[in-house]
């Protein structure tokens, strides 16, 4: 079987693009190809690029569409998957049609609700419509949607999914490979990894460093928000801010720390906890993410509720033994390992139900 996925995002930059980046390795072991058409960081001429709403350290650029045409044709694949509602996923679902192959369509992140929480001034309304009617094309045009979070059903139902099927999340070997570090004793080190974005809920994360001066805080990530969080955490002695950073140096801050923070409003699953879990690290996440429909993670997380604090919640997980803390890594990384391996295999059969097997 041969597979083609194409992608708005850059590798390993945001939740989608860390997603098959993971996803690709694991896969080729049973099929015969698997290229993923995305952006890459090398400018060329002609190629447009246009910020998210919101957020202009993340932007949407064009493909370029005699390379891929090319390399599609060489690649002949039996299915095809689009990622993200951008240039690159259009023209997958285009490429599929023109060759008569199966298309799916996988929705990972509720665009339009992002776009709600940053603001209803005139761009972000049309930015809204361009994001649902570009939504209901693909979903309306797959033979199945693929979303990672339960909750999302009746949104991909609306759009028009002829079928829905919810899909676990892979890790990178970055996390599962490297040799675990036990826990720091007690809590004295906290991590958020993440984009620092108003759906993340930092001013959470922060008030907790404020009245929390016995717990190191380190905020990872980039976004929007950063010149202000450095601004208002600039007189906190045990606040770090280390701006984004690749796998290796983000699974050092993991190790260091004894709990990941992700109080999000809006989460669609938070990978970032999975991959915290990996190293044998709890998490602190938001009682809507999507991880938490996970039954067999549940023993490794700690829930947020609606109306609750990050800073009450430390107050009550700084009573836990030095032994509790030891367990819950333990439980961690079992629970990580074994969602990675049924999502695996679930991604094989799926590929095996919808890919079209005789070639043109």
Same mark, same amino acid.
């Given at each position: ?81 689009g990622v993200t509602p951008g240039p690159f996923g259009l023209l997958g679902l285009m490429l599929a049609r023109r060759a008569r192959c199966p298309f799916i369509t996988a929705f990972h992140t509720h665009f339009e609700g992002l776009v709600q929480l940053y603001g209803n001034t005139l761009f972000f309304r049309f930015a809204n419509w361009y ?16 979303? @990672?979070?339960?909750? %999302?059903? *009746?949104?991909? #139902?609306?759009? $028009?999914?002829?079928?829905? +099927?919810? !899909? ?89 720390? @004894?709990?990941?923070? %992700?109080? *999000?409003?809006? #989460?669609?699953? $938070?990978?970032?906890?999975? +991959?915290? !879990? ?24 700690f829930r947020l509720e609606a109306g609750q604090s990050v800073t009450d919640a430390l107050t009550h997980l700084k009573t836990l033994p030095t032994t509790e803390w030891q367990r819950l890594a333990e439980v961690a990384r079992g629970a990580a390992e074994h969602l990675h391996g049924e999502t695996i295999q679930q991604w094989v059969d799926l ?10």
């Amino acid at each position: 079987m041969r597979v083609a996925l194409f992608s708005d995002s850059f590798p390993e930059r945001n939740g989608a693009g860390a997603y098959y980046f993971d996803l690709a390795p694991e896969l080729l072991k049973d099929l015969e190809a698997l290229t993923v058409f995305q952006p890459t960081p090398k400018k060329r001429l002609l190629q447009l690029a246009l910020p998210l709403p919101g957020d202009p350290t993340q932007k949407l650029l064009t493909p370029n569409i005699p390379r891929i045409v090319r390399e599609f044709r060489v690649l002949r694949p039996h299915l095809v998957i689009g990622v993200t509602p951008g240039p690159f996923g259009l023209l997958g679902l285009m490429l599929a049609r023109r060759a008569r192959c199966p298309f799916i369509t996988a929705f990972h992140t509720h665009f339009e609700g992002l776009v709600q929480l940053y603001g209803n001034t005139l761009f972000f309304r049309f930015a809204n419509w361009y994001l649902e009617t570009i939504n209901k094309i693909l979903c309306r045009r797959s033979a199945t949607v693929l979303i @990672n979070n339960s909750n %999302l059903t *009746s949104t991909v #139902e609306r759009l $028009g999914a002829p079928g829905v +099927e919810v !899909m676990g999340t892979p890790l990178s070997q970055a996390f599962l490979g490297a040799p675990l570090q036990p826990p720091p004793p007690g809590l004295k080190q906290v991590l958020f990894a993440g984009r620092l974005a108003p759906e993340k809920n930092l001013p959470e994360v922060i008030a907790a460093a404020k009245a929390h001066h016995d717990v190191q805080v380190v905020i990872v990530g980039d976004g929007p928000l950063r010149t202000a969080i450095a601004r208002e955490t600039a007189a906190l002695p045990n606040v770090r801010l280390t701006g984004w950073l690749d796998r290796p140096a983000l699974r050092a801050e993991m190790d260091a720390a @004894n709990l990941l923070l %992700l109080p *999000s409003h809006m #989460e669609t699953f $938070g990978t970032v906890a999975l +991959e915290s !879990m990996a190293r044998g690290r709890p998490a602190l996440v938001a009682a809507s993410a999507g991880i938490h429909d996970w039954p067999l993670l549940k023993p490794a997380l700690f829930r947020l509720e609606a109306g609750q604090s990050v800073t009450d919640a430390l107050t009550h997980l700084k009573t836990l033994p030095t032994t509790e803390w030891q367990r819950l890594a333990e439980v961690a990384r079992g629970a990580a390992e074994h969602l990675h391996g049924e999502t695996i295999q679930q991604w094989v059969d799926l590929i095996s139900r919808y890919a079209r097997r005789q070639d043109r």
